[in-house]
C-alpha cells in the first residue's frame, strides 16, 4: 500500500504547508527550531515539520476520538508556519489593490477557517512515514524570500516534487505559498476567487465563505 495516497490539490497542499517532511537523515535531525536569523529556510521547514509529524503520531488515537483537539492543533500550527495575509493579498491580486489591510485579513482568515474545516480533519489518517529530501533552496528576487525545492518519497519509490516558497516576517520563516508538483496553492485560489471578488466586495466574499456559502476547491480538475 502507498504511503500517501493521490488526494487534491488543496488536501496536498495543506498537508504540506503544515507537513512538510518527515525526520530524516542528519538534516532534519541536526536542523535547530531557531528563528530565520540562526538557520536556514530548508532547516526551519524541516524542523518545525518533524515536530508536527511526531505530535501527529503521538497523539493520533486522541485526535481521531476528539475533532475539536485536531482543529486546535492544526489551526495553532498552520497560523504559526503559514503567513496567511501574505498569502491572501497574493490571491486576491488586483482585487486587493487599494484594499484595507483589516479586509485581506479578514479574507485570509474566512479562507483558512474554511479549508481548516472541509480539510482539515484528514490529517488525523495522514501517514507520515515519507522520506523527503531537499534538492535546493534559491533567494527568489528583490529579496522577497527563498524557494525551496523538495521531494517526497513514498514507501514504492514514487516521488512527488514540492516547492515551498517562504519568506522572513519578523525573524521567522513563514511559507506564503506551496507548489505539489508545480500547481501553486495562490494561483489555484486566485483564479477560483476571481469571479467572485468581481462581483462582490472583499469582506462580502469573506462573510460568503465563513457562511459556507461558499466553498473551497484545491483541485485543479476537481475533487
Given at each position: 500500500?502507498?504511503?500517501?495516497?493521490?488526494?487534491?490539490l488543496?488536501?496536498?497542499?495543506?498537508?504540506?504547508?503544515?507537513?512538510a517532511?518527515?525526520?530524516?537523515?542528519?538534516?532534519?535531525?541536526t536542523?535547530?527550531?531557531?528563528t530565520a536569523?540562526?538557520a536556514?529556510a530548508?532547516?526551519?521547514?524541516?524542523a518545525?515539520?518533524?515536530?508536527?509529524l511526531?505530535?501527529?503520531d503521538?497523539?493520533?488515537?486522541?485526535?481521531?476520538?476528539?475533532?475539536a483537539?485536531l482543529?486546535?492543533?492544526?489551526t495553532?500550527?498552520?497560523?504559526?508556519?503559514?503567513?496567511?495575509?501574505?498569502?491572501?493579498?497574493l490571491?486576491?491580486?488586483?482585487?486587493?489593490?487599494?484594499?484595507s489591510?483589516a479586509?485581506?485579513?479578514?479574507?485570509?482568515?474566512?479562507?483558512t477557517?474554511?479549508?481548516?474545516?472541509?480539510?482539515?480533519?484528514?490529517l488525523?489518517?495522514f501517514n507520515?512515514?515519507?522520506k523527503?529530501?531537499v534538492?535546493?533552496?534559491?533567494?527568489?528576487?528583490?529579496?522577497?524570500?527563498?524557494?525551496?525545492?523538495?521531494?517526497?518519497?513514498?514507501a514504492?519509490?514514487?516521488v512527488?516534487p514540492?516547492?515551498?516558497?517562504v519568506?522572513?516576517?519578523?525573524?521567522?520563516?513563514k511559507v506564503?505559498?506551496?507548489?505539489?508538483?508545480?500547481?501553486s496553492?495562490?494561483?489555484?485560489?486566485k483564479?477560483q476567487?476571481?469571479?467572485?471578488?468581481?462581483?462582490?466586495?472583499?469582506a462580502?466574499?469573506?462573510?460568503?465563505?465563513?457562511a459556507g456559502?461558499?466553498?473551497?476547491?484545491?483541485?485543479?480538475?476537481g475533487?
Open positions: 500500500m502507498k504511503t500517501l495516497m493521490k488526494p487534491s488543496l488536501s496536498v497542499v495543506l498537508s504540506a504547508a503544515l507537513l517532511s518527515a525526520p530524516v537523515a542528519v538534516f532534519a535531525q536542523a535547530a527550531p531557531a536569523t540562526k536556514s530548508s532547516q526551519v521547514v524541516l518545525s515539520s518533524t515536530r508536527i511526531t505530535t501527529l503521538q497523539r493520533r488515537a486522541e485526535f481521531k476520538s476528539n475533532p483537539a482543529r486546535q492543533f492544526v495553532s500550527e498552520f497560523n504559526t508556519l503559514f503567513d496567511g495575509d501574505y498569502a491572501a493579498r490571491v486576491l491580486g488586483v482585487h486587493g489593490r487599494g484594499a489591510d479586509d485581506v485579513k479578514l479574507f485570509g482568515q474566512a479562507l477557517e474554511r479549508l481548516l474545516s472541509a480539510y482539515g480533519a484528514r488525523a489518517d507520515a512515514r515519507l523527503v529530501r534538492k535546493s533552496e534559491t533567494p527568489l528576487p528583490g529579496g522577497r524570500g527563498v524557494k525551496v525545492d523538495t521531494e517526497f518519497l513514498q514504492d519509490q514514487t512527488t514540492i516547492t515551498f516558497y519568506r522572513n516576517v519578523g525573524g521567522q520563516w506564503f505559498d506551496v507548489l505539489p508538483e508545480g500547481v496553492f495562490v494561483q489555484t485560489f483564479t476567487f476571481d469571479t467572485p471578488l468581481r462581483q462582490k466586495s472583499i462580502q466574499v469573506a462573510a460568503d465563505l465563513k456559502r461558499l466553498q473551497v476547491n484545491g483541485s485543479a480538475g475533487n
